[in-house]
């Protein structure tokens, strides 16, 4: 490999090997990731803490974990506290006991890797650092504007990015590990004033708010790996960001990034960088892609349904992906609970499962909402429900959602949430 | 610029990870989706797609062949993934991308090339729009390690 990035002395020294061989190694990675970009330095990581994309034992990721404990053994450890996305399994989410046996088999390498990741240092104790939406301020791994990231989870990534405007690139799982270990990262892509300018300009048109996780859908699809600058949404969302405004834009990310590849999107009027520049993040180039009621409404109609029995009873319903804000779930609380009270009814419909990550699970347990909430027969959990579904047993199941991101990597059937509130409190034929 | 000559198409792109490979084409027209299509491989005798939100690929077997695709999208898991198959001989025969290669793939082609260089998967990027408008399912593709590549039907 030819370097023709510009290191330092101290990094030259790590690439030849003065602090071990996994860790030239790390540095060589590094090099060659950022070289295929043009990168000519490193710049260093300047964010409080990492955040890992990989939480789940998955014994297929056998070396990975071989991986890491090579690291773990030559004392190659991140210099900053790290979170993680969230576990794989919760006792309180309904499965039936063979599901449970495969799940336990699935996530063989859960203990060894929950003891891997104490030793790299987690942020919080217990299970308090497993989320994807570590970012929120219950969690603590909330960026500042400006702060350079060493992050992988494609959700978490174009939230601090957007919302944040912190400075990450889309990095894979291993490579997020890297940077925080080195404390610095290649300089290219959304780490550049120039990378962060916009390629689309969005020009939303429809009669009412979108479902976020529609018009998230709809603008990944189309942009993919692309940057666009949505116009007309702060219409609807304001323009200050908001519990209920981040929440929406945390939804719309996720599936922007999951549905296409986007890292980073720009809000006209709202998010930090569109107030401050304006229409100068616009490429002159810029493509236009306008969204209708009917674009929408196409989009969704084109998604596939891949259940056996396409008019099947839905048997478990997931809210969260990514994990609900604070708001969130007293929102769907009060939805929930109003939707019932018109139908006369107790309970919901179907079995239901709000996620959340532990530290926001225990601050919804202090407000009132929360034993409505159990009243209603709604189980919360801070499991992640991609890797409930990745269980082969629970892809049979017929399972709705509102993410569009469980929807593309699993069998889950998506609805908008005004349709998802409808089917958990009317009687289900 | 593509050079034909008896059947064969010459495509010129960049080595990302070079090397020399030929195997049987597999060809997404839209972003492949790296963790909704192998997922499963871990359970499964020969890598096969499983992304419901791929026409073109969905159900076919993916291990061993010359994967064509304009970029990868979808979750960080991407790359690790990736290198994670690289290791226990379910990836791709190697990896063809006509735009060029995005951050999750470039991460699986340098993470492999780093730490699995006992199993090579050659990867090139910037091979055009032409080239994934020629290539189609069944074509046999050779790579060479200067990043051009042949594709033969």
Redo the contacts between chains.
């Keep these: 490999m030819e370097i023709t990035m510009k290191l330092t002395p101290e990094q030259e020294a790590l690439l030849n090997g003065s602090k071990g061989e996994a860790m030239a190694?790390v540095m060589?990675?590094l090099v060659?990731?950022g070289q295929?970009?043009g990168a000519t330095k490193m710049v260093p990581v300047t964010g409080e803490c990492g955040h890992l994309?990989?939480s789940f034992g998955?014994?297929?990721?056998?070396?990975?974990f071989d991986?890491y404990q090579q690291l773990i053994d030559e004392g190659c450890l991140p210099q900053q506290k790290l979170t993680c996305d969230p576990l794989p399994y919760d006792k309180n989410v309904p499965q039936n006991g063979i599901s449970k046996v495969v799940a336990k088999v699935?996530y063989s390498k859960q203990g060894s890797y929950n003891k891997q990741l104490k030793k790299l240092g987690m942020k919080n104790p217990g299970k308090d650092s497993y989320t994807c939406a570590s970012y929120m301020t219950e969690v603590g791994n909330t960026p500042k504007e400006g702060d350079v990231l060493s992050w992988?989870?494609?959700s978490a990534?174009v939230y601090a990015n957007s919302v944040l405007g912190a400075r990450c690139?889309?990095?894979?799982?291993?490579?997020?590990l890297f940077g925080s270990i080195a404390g610095f990262v290649p300089y290219f892509?959304f780490l550049t004033d120039e990378g962060r300018k916009a390629d689309w300009v969005i020009e939303l048109k429809t009669t009412k708010m979108p479902d976020a996780q529609l018009l998230g859908s709809a603008i990944g699809m189309k942009v993919?790996?692309e940057v666009p600058y949505v116009k007309g949404l702060d219409k609807y969302l304001g323009t200050e960001l908001d519990e209920s405004a981040t929440t929406y834009l945390k939804d719309f990310g996720a599936a922007t990034?999951?549905?296409?590849?986007v890292g980073l999107y720009h809000i006209e009027n709202l998010t930090p960088e569109a107030k401050k520049q304006g229409e100068k993040l616009i490429k002159k180039d810029a493509k236009t892609y306008v969204i209708t009621d009917e674009v929408l409404q196409e989009v969704k109609d084109n998604?596939?349904v891949?259940w056996k029995d396409p008019t099947a009873k839905p048997e478990l319903c997931f809210l969260g992906c990514p994990h609900m804000s604070l708001q969130q779930m007293k929102d769907w609380t009060h939805i929930l609970e109003d939707g019932l009270k018109k139908e006369g009814r107790k309970k919901v419909s179907i079995p239901t499962v709000f996620t959340a990550s532990t530290p926001v699970i225990e601050e919804f347990n202090k407000t009132p909402e929360s034993k409505t909430l159990k009243k209603m027969g709604v189980v919360v959990s801070y499991i992640c429900p991609l890797m409930y579904m990745?269980n082969?047993l629970c892809q049979t199941k017929p399972v709705i959602t509102s993410s569009n991101k469980l929807r593309?990597?699993t069998?889950a059937r998506f609805y908008s949430n005004d349709e998802i509130a409808e089917m958990l409190t009317k009687e289900v034929d | 610029m593509a050079k034909k000559n008896k059947g064969v198409k010459t495509f010129q792109g960049r080595a990302i990870t070079p090397g020399e490979c030929t195997a049987e084409a597999v060809v997404s027209h839209g972003g492949f989706n790296t963790l909704a299509s192998m997922q499963m491989m871990s359970i499964q005798t020969k890598t096969k797609c499983v992304d419901q939100n791929n026409p073109d690929l969905y159900k076919k077997v993916l291990q061993g062949k010359a994967l064509c695709l304009p970029q990868t999208i979808g979750s960080t898991t991407g790359g690790m993934f990736l290198y994670c198959a690289v290791k226990q001989g379910k990836n791709p025969a190697c990896l063809l991308f006509s735009k060029e290669i995005d951050s999750l793939a470039a991460a699986g082609a340098v993470l492999s090339e780093v730490w699995a260089p006992e199993s090579p998967m050659p990867v090139v990027d910037k091979l055009g729009d032409e080239f994934l408008d020629y290539v189609k399912d069944g074509d046999v593709i050779t790579i060479h390690p200067d990043g051009s590549v042949d594709v033969a039907r």
């Design positions: 190694k060589r990675t060659e990731y295929i970009y994309v990989l998955l014994m297929f990721l056998g070396p990975v991986l699935i992988a989870e494609s990534v690139n889309r990095n894979s799982g291993i490579i997020e892509g993919m790996e990034a999951s549905n296409g590849a998604y596939p891949i990745d082969p593309t990597y069998t």
